[in-house]
C-alpha cells in the first residue's frame, strides 16, 4: 500500500507470502473467511455481541479480501 508515496515494507511482506491467485479463487477464500468468521463469532463473541454484528464485519472482511487480494501478474507483450 501506499502511503504519501511510500510503500509500507510489511505490506510488500505479507502481500509476497501470499499467492497469486485468481479471481474465482478469491471469492472462494471469501466465502470461507466469510463461514469461518460468523462461526467464530458464534463460539465466541455471540454471548456479548449480536449475531448481526458478527455477520456485518464478517461481510466487511469478506469484500476487502475480494477486492484488494493480490492478483496474477499480468505478461507485458513486448512491441516488435
Known amino acids: ?27 472462494f477464500w471469501s466465502v470461507m473467511s466469510w463461514i469461518g468468521f460468523n462461526l467464530a ?19 466487511a472482511i469478506a469484500v476487502l479480501l475480494f477486492k484488494f487480494g493480490p492478483r496474477p501478474e499480468e505478461e507485458e507483450e513486448e512491441e516488435a
Not at 501506499?2 to 471469492?27: A, D, F, Q, S
Not at 463469532?41 to 461481510?59: D, H, M, N, Y
Open 1 to 27: 500500500m501506499r502511503v504519501n508515496g511510500y510503500v509500507n515494507e510489511y505490506t510488500v511482506r505479507i502481500l509476497r507470502m501470499l499467492p497469486r491467485m485468481t479471481m474465482g479463487n478469491w471469492l
Open 41 to 59: 463469532w458464534l463460539r465466541f463473541v455471540e454471548s456479548v455481541i449480536p449475531q448481526w454484528v458478527g455477520t456485518v464485519i464478517a461481510t
